[in-house]
């Protein structure tokens, strides 16, 4: 449930972000406040929808793919993950209050930057679920593991670590030292 809780309000405040850039980059597609309604929306396509549909479409186009040279296969590919971004597009539009005007700058482009989005989220998605967990954790009260505590905890040998890294002796050195003197 956290995992899920965490990747939602993560994916959530990014479609946020993406939406207002695609109103202010098109002044075609009004969002407005619309944009919170939109982003719930946008969010539980992408994590639900957007895959059901892309399986969908990858297994009709894998019954035609030996007849398709490499780089075909990848146009293909890339129509379909188009054509999920322009359903979604839709799904969008049509659920919230985000008003398009325009068959290009509204139904055409939009998709684009949705999959632009999309990489980008893609690329990024585990250190921001990370700090989101982090965030998290730290609002509900549970106890925050950095890698600091993690690694103290695990090594029994840390304190002697520590001691040699003061002064660049071994216990083993040290206690030589200590016998000579």
Do not use: C
Not at 71 to 95: H, M, P, R, S, T
Not at 107 to 114: A, E, G, M, S, T
């Amino acid at each position: 449930m956290r995992a899920w809780l965490i990747r939602f309000v993560s994916l959530y405040v990014f479609n946020v972000v993406v939406l207002l850039l695609i109103g202010l980059l098109l002044p075609q597609v009004s969002v407005g406040w619309a944009v919170l309604w939109a982003s719930i929306i946008l969010t539980a396509a992408t994590l639900w929808i957007k895959p059901l549909i892309t399986r969908w479409f990858r297994g009709m186009a894998a019954r035609s793919a030996g007849q398709r040279t490499k780089a075909g296969e990848k146009v293909v590919q890339f129509f379909l993950v188009l054509l999920v971004a322009y359903i979604v597009w839709v799904l969008v539009a049509l659920l919230s209050g985000v008003r398009v005007h325009g068959w290009f700058w509204g139904y055409v482009i939009p998709p684009v930057i949705l999959l632009i989005a999309w990489a980008i989220y893609d690329a990024i998605d585990d250190r921001i679920e990370g700090h989101a967990g982090v965030l998290y954790d730290k609002a509900t009260g549970k106890p925050v593991a950095t890698a600091d505590a993690a690694a103290s905890a695990s090594a029994p040998e840390t304190s002697a670590v520590q001691t040699e890294l003061k002064d660049g002796l071994t216990p083993e050195q040290r206690r030589m030292l200590d016998e000579l003197g």
